[in-house]
């Protein structure tokens, strides 16, 4: 039989809790579903009014991983649904408002990949984002390196930047905007990719071809497309440990000088919860918000 759970007043069913997700580190659905309940307080704020793609692997990394972008069948009546714009057409999508709604999510084994701007506004980006991605042998040092070229040159337009790592290979820059399309977003985001670029030809590209990649940083615009979505600060990554796309300092990415310094894994997140606090929390603060030059 499937356990119950209560939830906030909810009644939540999970299912196989003992399941092996992770064998190199033993780590099981329950502690995938417990960390998630556990980080709520910090994840939660990075999901709430954003329609939620999820990339599910049920039967852990090794085994099968399908995006979910539609409501999934058998969800709940209580857990919040919106109509997003596709070019396909309308779609109906999740949006985790809650702890219950997280708890359900979590039990179908996901990571949570976000758009970025809100249901209630899906014309209207809230978020630059650019993903740094290295191709062997580059790696998440040389991922840093570009990271703060691109701080220095967001700041120079007004524009504070957030760094996390993505969980895998390389890092996440995060900023709050306004006034601004998804097609303006990624017009801007593209053009400091091609500065980046020119400042850094050794070290950095901004084209996808993958002949190009090896040895460089993609510095990857693209996903400030309104259809495009990204990991959520705080998700677990479907990887060969339970690692975490986790918001890390500057002084962090400054100091990194190698990939395992910037490795968390879901142990990790509550001690850095209690002694750095969310450090992404001033993107949910609208006066944080920058216009686009």
């Not at 999970?14 to 099981?28: A, D, I, Q, R, W």
């Not at 109509?83 to 979590?106: I, K, N």
Request: proline share 9%; glycine share 6%; net charge neutral.
């Amino acid at each position: 039989m499937t356990p119950i759970t209560e939830v906030a007043g909810r009644r939540v069913a999970l299912s196989n809790l003992e399941k092996v997700l992770y064998p190199e580190t033993g780590f099981t659905k329950a502690e995938l579903v417990h960390y998630y309940a556990t980080s709520a307080d910090a994840l939660l704020p990075h999901l709430r009014d954003r329609a939620v793609s999820f990339l599910r692997y049920p039967d852990g990394p090794k085994g099968q991983q399908f995006f979910t972008k539609n409501v999934p069948p058998g969800t709940p009546d209580w857990v919040t649904t919106a109509e997003v714009p596709r070019s396909e057409g309308p779609a109906r999508m999740v949006v985790v408002q809650d702890l219950p709604s997280l708890v359900w999510a979590a039990n179908l084994v996901t990571e949570f990949h976000t758009h970025q701007w809100l249901v209630q506004a899906p014309d209207q980006a809230d978020r630059l984002v650019f993903d740094l991605d290295p191709g062997a042998p580059a790696h998440l040092v040389h991922c840093c390196e570009v990271a703060l070229w691109l701080r220095g040159r967001l700041a120079a337009d007004g524009i504070e930047a957030y760094p996390k790592t993505a969980g895998s290979k390389g890092l996440h820059l995060l900023a709050s905007v306004r006034g601004s399309s998804c097609e303006r977003t990624s017009e801007y985001a593209k053009g400091l990719a091609v500065e980046a670029e020119r400042a850094l030809p050794r070290l950095v590209v901004h084209r996808m071809t993958k002949s190009l990649r090896p040895g460089k940083v993609f510095v990857d615009w693209s996903q400030n497309a309104a259809r495009k979505t990204t990991a959520a600060p705080y998700t677990l990554r479907a990887r060969t440990a339970p690692l975490v796309s986790a918001p890390v300092t500057w002084e962090e990415v400054e100091a990194c000088r190698s990939p395992a310094q910037l490795e968390f894994q879901a142990r990790d997140i509550a001690p850095r919860l209690r002694d750095l606090g969310d450090l992404m929390a001033p993107l949910l603060d609208p006066a944080t918000a920058a216009r686009l030059p």
